[in-house]
């Protein structure tokens, strides 16, 4: 047995290994023990034995036992040594006549967990078992809840692909990472029942997943919205009577009769308050009770938990939900913190009684539109990526999971969406078992354990490469390049069986994404660039020679593509990430039901700059019969942008104008934006529908009409409506001005959109009218020398009451004298 240093680690040969598990090993234990060689075959091709009498030869030895009983002459190794809580675990060493490791659990959990943890410790390649020489380690868990929501329904963008055995392997191994909680949903939800990809019923997973979480003793929960059993119809403020109507309360309480009657185990039943769903606080409470004395019918010991949650809950809403809260009825368990909750955790805790529990549900899988965006987000990647790429952001979950660890909370069960998020996932449970435990050391056992030892660092800080790509303006970010560089290196390092491995590809999709689209943003910006300079030339050349000299450099970006072998290895890639493991990163060839669901395969080329708004006005201004009339129109479409001599225009997508935004809260202070303003994305104005507005909600109605205002019968509208500074429920949105002339009059003229209780003020008195709604779609506003006499502007727009936020895309404050 010889010693070797292994990415920076002593380790000593343990392929001959035996496996001594003394008896009385309970059921649950006894699978541990079987993961453990299971998993270990699987990675080495070695099937280590299993024996609950102790070998006596001097082959090394892997202990698998309970704390504190079968002990024996390796527990002098022990001394000092602190002994685990529930659910927790001990492994040491004992460098003896032979290398003994011994892992201790302090129930069937902790032996599970102890398995998890040394699976993480070893180093296992093909026909070779490493160990460290050298371990001693005892942990119990911080938190006593550490789960994750795995849905099988057509929204997900990889879950509705997978076999019960695929769906047994993931929670196995969300398992080693001491995850104890898994989080499933009823077939009728906000979704189709069944889709194109889903080869079993929605029930039958259901009983699966709930027989695989009892094998191992992990709690099953429920998502359960309250939905209608048919067309997915679902209350609105409005229609609770229906919903409370005898003979639709049947229906509802007779479906969960059927389900919980289903199922091996349930422990709890999540109802969110809103999203989706909407009734009112007292019908969600009435509803609840009955909901819950069918759960006890079948399992008596379960309990329900509800949030708060809603996208503009009123504060009669949010009233009534409290005092049913503090009525602490007997099934109620909890209440839960997760997304679109109007208070902060320290603000729920205080108005949730403290023998209630609160659970958070933190959003791991959204990038925008979403509890926790990625900050400051540059258009570019949100309009590519969009919301739901893959997505590893493990330094910025580590810090939003311990900015909420001392709220009260009981632990976390997190929002899934499918595959996306698988790296978060485990950040996620590590930092729920230890909030201590560095970012760098969960990537590394992940990469270990899931890719292989030869990569372990080289995936770790591959994936920490990959979060730093979406930070700052896409056009100034050098680690971009570097990231790919450094996974197409590993990817020439690699095998055939490394560059198979899912987690690997994911990544590998990325690096090569991230770089196409940096690529094609630094083309297009100078394709654009070149193009309004030709358009300047119309005065003289003409304006059609103008245009079509415009137009021609446009195209450029079809005609002269850059980065194209980038593009045709994310098609590769996306191809095999659906064959490995179901995801669906296409709308057409994979099936995913949306490209703002996990498609952004599908926006792989979506313009980056003003190309389809400006060939649309280019198209218009063709059919007009007179030279004055289109040299009027071109200059209009030209100068858009032009505040004129003295003026200042923002558009809040650039981050050159973040910097006259009054941030409240620095972002490691709030990064749910509850009480800061935000920039906020809407690629569905120019993804879906081939960029062109034909939807048919107000909002794109309310964008198509104000494009003809810039020239009647426009379609594609500008990229800087695609992002706006915006804010969550009441925080205020503050744009400052400085160094204006004060003797000066300006028009300040507002691109964006607000209506309800918020108001806009400058400097401090009120500029829109009262009571008028849909105010903003390139309204003006006269600002004399009497309100700036310091030459400074504050420009601000607050919800007053109850209503929506603002959406404020463009800014010109133009000086008029």
Not at 462 to 483: F, M
Not at 699 to 715: A, D, F, N, Q, S
Request: proline share 6%.
């Amino acid at each position: 047995m010889s010693d070797r240093i292994c990415n920076g680690v002593e380790v000593a040969d343990m392929s001959q290994a035996k496996i001594f598990a003394p008896v009385p090993m309970q059921e649950r234990g006894a699978l541990a023990v079987r993961i453990l060689i299971e998993e270990i075959e699987k990675r080495t091709g070695i099937r280590i034995m299993a024996d609950s009498a102790r070998p006596d030869d001097t082959s090394p030895l892997i202990v698998v036992r309970y704390a504190g009983r079968d002990g024996g002459s390796e527990n002098r190794a022990a001394d000092g040594l602190p002994v685990p809580g529930r659910e927790g675990f001990r492994i040491y060493t004992d460098d003896g006549p032979k290398l003994t490791i011994v892992v201790e659990g302090a129930d069937d959990r902790g032996v599970l967990y102890g398995v998890g943890k040394l699976l993480r410790l070893l180093y296992l390649s093909e026909s070779k078992i490493e160990a460290p020489v050298s371990v001693r380690l005892s942990e119990t868990p911080h938190f006593p809840l550490r789960g994750h929501q795995l849905g099988y329904r057509p929204k997900t963008n990889a879950y509705d692909a997978w076999t019960p055995e695929i769906y047994a392997q993931y929670i196995r191994e969300l398992a080693l990472f001491g995850a104890n909680s898994i989080e499933i949903m009823p077939p009728i939800t906000d979704d189709e029942r069944t889709g194109p990809l889903m080869k079993y019923d929605p029930l039958f997973m259901m009983q699966h997943v709930s027989e695989v979480c009892d094998s191992m003793d992990l709690d099953v929960w429920v998502w359960y919205p309250n939905m209608g059993a048919e067309d997915n119809w679902y209350p609105a403020s409005g229609n609770d009577e229906a919903f409370m109507k005898p003979e639709y309360l049947r229906k509802q309480l007779a479906e969960r009769d059927e389900i919980f009657r289903s199922m091996k185990r349930l422990d709890h039943i999540f109802v969110p308050g809103g999203d989706p769903g909407a009734l009112g606080a007292q019908d969600l409470f009435d509803f609840m009770a009955m909901e819950a004395e069918v759960l006890r019918k079948y399992h008596p010991q379960a309990k329900m938990w509800v949030s708060p949650q809603a996208f503009n809950p009123t504060d009669e809403w949010l009233d009534t939900f409290f005092a049913n809260v503090r009525k602490e009825p007997v099934w109620l368990a909890g209440v839960v913190f997760g997304p679109w909750e109007k208070h902060s955790l320290p603000e729920l805790r205080k108005l949730v009684p403290q023998s209630l529990a609160i659970r958070s549900y933190p959003d791991i899988t959204h990038n925008l539109s979403c509890q926790y965006p990625v900050h400051n987000w540059d258009t570019a990647f949100a309009i590519t990526l969009g919301r739901e790429c893959i997505n590893p952001r493990p330094e910025e979950q580590k810090h939003i999971h311990n900015f909420n660890k001392n709220g009260g909370i009981v632990g976390s069960l997190s929002y899934s969406e499918g595959i996306n998020d698988d790296v978060n996932k485990f950040i996620w449970s590590d930092q729920d078992w230890s909030p201590d435990t560095p970012v760098v050391q969960t990537l590394k056992e992940y990469a270990r354990l899931f890719i292989g030892p030869a990569f372990e660092d080289g995936v770790a800080y591959g994936l920490l490469a990959l979060e730093r790509n979406l930070r700052g303006p896409i056009g100034l970010n050098r680690q971009i390049p570097l990231t790919l560089k450094h996974w197409m290196e590993m990817e020439a390092a690699a095998d055939d069986k490394v560059r198979g491995n899912y987690r690997f590809e994911q990544g590998l999709l990325r690096a090569y994404y991230d770089a196409y689209i940096q690529r094609r943003w630094i083309h297009e910006t100078e394709l654009e660039r070149q193009a309004m300079d030709l358009l300047t030339r119309a005065g003289e050349w003409g304006t059609m020679r103008s245009m079509a000299a415009a137009e021609e450099a446009l195209r450029q970006k079809e005609c002269e593509p850059v980065g194209i072998g980038y593009k045709r290895k994310c098609d590769e890639l996306a191809d095999r990430l659906f064959e490995h493991i179901g995801a669906q990163l296409t709308v057409g060839k994979h099936k995913a039901i949306g490209v703002l669901r996990g498609a952004f395969m599908d926006c792989i080329d979506t313009p980056l700059n003003d190309m389809a708004f400006l060939l649309d006005a280019f198209h218009l201004i063709r059919q007009m019969p007179e030279e004055e009339e289109r040299l009027a129109a071109l200059q209009r479409i030209v100068d858009r942008t032009n505040p004129g001599i003295g003026g200042f225009y923002d558009h809040f997508g650039a981050h050159s104008s973040l910097a006259r935004v009054d941030i409240a809260h620095a972002w490691e202070d709030d990064p749910g934006y509850l009480e800061t303003a935000i920039v906020r994305h809407n690629p569905a104005l120019i993804v879906e529908a081939h960029s062109e507005l034909t939807g048919s909600d107000t909002y794109t109605r309310l964008c198509r009409e104000t494009l003809h205002k810039i020239l009647p019968g426009l379609t594609h509208p500008p990229l800087a409506w695609v992002s706006s500074l915006s804010s969550y429920y009441s925080a205020p949105v503050k744009v400052v001005y400085d160094h204006l002339d004060c003797r000066a009059s300006y028009t300040v003229k507002v691109m964006g959109l607000w209506s309800g209780k918020v108001r806009m003020r400058i400097n401090g008195k009120y500029a829109d009218d009262t009571g008028v709604n849909d105010r903003g779609l390139l309204d003006e506003f006269t600002v004399p020398p009497d309100m700036i006499p310091e030459g400074r502007m504050e420009i601000v727009w607050a919800n007053e009451e109850a209503g929506s936020a603002p959406f404020i895309h463009e800014l010109w404050v133009m000086r008029k004298s």
